[in-house]
């Protein structure tokens, strides 16, 4: 019954409980894990930075993001208020590889045998139910809210969304 299971995680407290329930599910029923993270585009700088620093992230990681917070920190000034700033992709590319080590020694912990590890981009509810019809999911687990509190407000939630228009079944872990 659930031999491919999709766990998207963002690095997250809620999706470190969905990567250690699908890999329970998949070790009990000998299925196949797909974990999936998508690059963290509407994290700030701040957030990737205390995500890093709970990861373990290289100093030079590290630096290189403490220079995207002052480079926020200088234009927001400059313009007498917050504006949008991008993180540089090869941060949060290499957040993605940090995030998905962790979830890889998460599964393997918990009893995960066969597993797949994918780093995409995109509009994450949309990459989700691409990635669960791709892989053929017989379920997706997720956490209930992600890193970002407020944009899942303001944007909607990511979890729902997915569980209103995904065909598998939708576990959403607190």
């Given at each position: 019954?659930?031999?491919?299971?999709?766990?998207?995680?963002?690095?997250?407290?809620?999706?470190?409980?969905?990567?250690?329930?699908?890999?329970?599910?998949?070790?009990?029923?000998?299925?196949?894990?797909?974990?999936?993270?998508?690059?963290?585009?509407?994290?700030?700088?701040?957030?990737?930075?205390?995500?890093?620093?709970?990861?373990?992230?290289?100093?030079?990681?590290?630096?290189?993001?403490?220079?995207?917070?002052?480079?926020?920190?200088?234009?927001?000034?400059?313009?007498?208020?917050?504006?949008?700033?991008?993180?540089?992709?090869?941060?949060?590319?290499?957040?993605?590889?940090?995030?998905?080590?962790?979830a890889e020694k998460r599964a393997k912990a918990h009893g995960a045998r066969d597993f797949t590890v994918r780093v995409t981009d995109g509009a994450p509810a949309e990459v989700?139910?691409?990635?669960?019809?791709?892989?053929?999911?017989?379920?997706?687990?997720?956490?209930?809210?992600?890193?970002?509190?407020?944009?899942?407000?303001?944007?909607?939630?990511?979890?729902?969304?997915?569980?209103?228009?995904?065909?598998?079944?939708?576990?959403?872990?607190?």
């Amino acid at each position: 019954m659930l031999q491919t299971i999709l766990v998207p995680t963002d690095g997250s407290e809620h999706a470190n409980k969905a990567v250690d329930l699908a890999a329970d599910l998949a070790g009990k029923y000998d299925g196949r894990m797909v974990i999936l993270h998508i690059l963290l585009r509407h994290a700030s700088a701040m957030e990737l930075k205390a995500l890093a620093q709970e990861l373990g992230a290289s100093d030079a990681l590290l630096q290189r993001i403490a220079k995207a917070e002052d480079a926020y920190a200088e234009t927001a000034m400059a313009a007498y208020g917050p504006v949008p700033l991008m993180v540089p992709d090869n941060i949060l590319i290499e957040m993605g590889e940090l995030i998905t080590e962790a979830a890889e020694k998460r599964a393997k912990a918990h009893g995960a045998r066969d597993f797949t590890v994918r780093v995409t981009d995109g509009a994450p509810a949309e990459v989700i139910l691409k990635a669960a019809d791709h892989e053929q999911a017989d379920a997706i687990v997720m956490g209930s809210r992600g890193l970002g509190n407020l944009t899942g407000l303001l944007m909607g939630s990511v979890s729902h969304k997915v569980a209103n228009h995904a065909v598998a079944t939708c576990i959403a872990v607190k």
